[in-house]
């Protein structure tokens, strides 16, 4: 299983990023997805996460602004990311397990991709 992120990158305050995960090696339309974050110093904590039946669930830091979504007919898992503040500035990664939910138990997630780095000014 492989997991690559990428569209992170530099943006001012208020502005918007979508990241994308290309997931391969597996049929991932009933894994358990999410998008996680950690910033310098700081633990990984969980940002949205979606289950094998698409339900979703945000972090209360990001309701409103984040949207998570995932195209199965590609295997790719998509956030997109408005109304940035300075405090989302993180290196973000992408993670997937083959069961249902996993919520936001981070620990538990058994793949990740490399991480891409988000940075609001």
């Known amino acids: 299983v492989q997991l690559v992120e990428s569209g992170g990158g530099s943006v001012q305050a208020a502005g918007s990023l979508r990241l994308s995960c290309a997931a391969s090696g597996a049929t991932f339309s009933t894994y358990s997805m999410g998008w996680f974050r950690q910033a310098p110093g700081k633990e990984r904590e969980g940002v949205a996460v979606?289950?094998?039946?698409?339900?979703?669930s945000y972090a209360d830091s990001v309701k409103g602004r984040f949207t998570i979504s995932k195209d199965n007919a590609n295997d790719t898992l998509f956030l997109q990311m408005n109304s940035l503040k300075p405090e989302d500035t993180a290196m973000y990664y992408c993670a997937a397990d083959p069961r249902w939910w996993l919520y936001f138990r981070t620990d538990e997630y058994a793949y990740w991709g490399q991480g891409t780095q988000v940075t609001v000014s």
């Open positions: 979606i289950n094998g039946g698409g339900s979703t």
